[in-house]
């Protein structure tokens, strides 16, 4: 997916708000409080030495539309973009191994533009996805223990009704998320251009962060971090 600029102003505006509320650099402000250097193909290090992010931070200093010079950093960069280590996909849903033992789920909107993934209606066939997809798990990952998810969607009623119930009573807010997607990802629609209305509300709240707790409660929503053992789907899909 290619992000829009926008979706960079806005992570830039809010690591503005940090910076002067922390009284920290912008560039420690981007490194530690938004998406940025994981868009830049960099990892998940967070290598403030990283010599692209050193470069990107000088660039920073330089330029008078810093919205301007990350996009441009950002576009330059396109080409090396970091890949899930995604293993299987089935419709909308996919998962991938990310340490032993754990599948751990992932969400994405292939339905046509007039459909909504999540309605009722369409409840069935997300269904029917996920019975394929752990399907597939059972028969390629037999040493899967359990499953994982962290994401903004965990907080929707129609999203959660796709999962079994005890996987989703397990949520618990993910702590300090500022540099990840599970985060950020609740301002994009589709197609990564951010969500105007979305974003607007949550530029608008901005004044209101007076401390670190603060700056978490003015997201519209939290990322919800989940987990079960792996029989709760096998029998919740494929009994």
């Not at 969400?107 to 029917?128: C, H, K, M, T």
């Not at 702590?175 to 990564?192: A, D, E, I, S």
Request: aromatic share 14%.
């Amino acid at each position: 997916m290619r992000y829009s600029k926008e979706f960079f102003d806005l992570q830039i505006r809010f690591a503005q708000t940090v910076a002067a509320l922390l009284d920290i650099p912008i560039e420690k402000a981007l490194l530690d409080y938004t998406n940025i250097y994981v868009r830049l193909a960099l990892g998940r290090a967070f290598d403030q030495r990283h010599p692209v992010w050193q470069r990107f931070a000088d660039g920073l200093n330089e330029s008078a539309h810093l919205a301007d010079w990350t996009y441009r950093f950002y576009l330059a960069r396109a080409a090396t973009v970091e890949r899930q280590p995604i293993v299987a996909t089935v419709g909308c849903f996919s998962y991938a191994l990310q340490v032993a033992g754990c599948v751990c789920i992932h969400f994405g909107n292939v339905e046509p533009a007039a459909v909504s993934p999540l309605s009722i209606d369409r409840l069935p066939l997300r269904q029917a996805e996920l019975r394929a997809l752990f399907d597939h798990v059972r028969r390629n990952q037999r040493q899967a223990t359990h499953v994982a998810g962290t994401s903004w969607l965990y907080n929707l009623s129609a999203y959660q009704r796709c999962f079994p119930s005890g996987y989703i009573a397990s949520a618990k807010v993910a702590k300090l998320r500022f540099r990840n997607m599970p985060l950020w990802g609740q301002f994009l629609n589709r197609h990564g251009a951010v969500r105007a209305s979305v974003a607007g509300e949550f530029i608008r709240r901005f004044p209101e962060a007076a401390d670190l707790q603060n700056l978490v409660s003015i997201f519209p929503l939290q990322a919800l971090a989940v987990q079960a053992p792996i029989e709760q789907f096998y029998r919740f899909y494929c009994a």
